[in-house]
């Protein structure tokens, strides 16, 4: 299983980024996804989710209401779209997925199986 996580960039505080991961040697409607980030000096923390077959979404308080996470299944991949940005967002964020034949969310990142590369989102005020 591999994930390929692209779509970081830098914008001012307001602005939007659009952030893919591409699953590969497991279905997204399959598997249990997660947006997770890492900001210099802080622990991994959860930031959205997709439960098993894409029929619930998750997100941290910090997000709601500015970021959306979907599925495209016809490309294999998983969106973050990332609205209404503040500097605080400004982390490294990572796409994960649980392991096959897992149906449980968890907005643990200890609980993930697979991780991809990591992508820079740097929001400036």
């Known amino acids: 299983v591999q994930l390929q996580a692209s779509g970081g960039g830098s914008v001012q505080s307001g602005g939007s980024l659009t952030l893919s991961c591409a699953l590969s040697?497991?279905?997204?409607?399959?598997?249990?996804m997660g947006w997770f980030r890492q900001a210099p000096g802080r622990v991994r923390e959860f930031v959205a989710g997709?439960?098993?077959?894409?029929?619930?979404?998750y997100y941290a308080d910090s997000v709601k209401g500015r970021f959306t996470v979907s599925a495209d299944n016809a490309k294999n991949t998983v969106i973050l779209q990332m609205n209404n940005l503040m500097p605080e967002d400004t982390a490294v964020y990572y796409c994960a997925a649980r392991g096959k034949c897992i149906t449980v969310f968890t907005r643990s990142p200890g609980n993930y199986a697979y991780w991809g590369q990591g992508t820079q989102v740097t929001v400036s005020s």
């Open positions: 997709l439960g098993w077959s894409g029929t619930s979404t």
């Open positions: 040697g497991h279905t997204v409607g399959n598997a249990v």
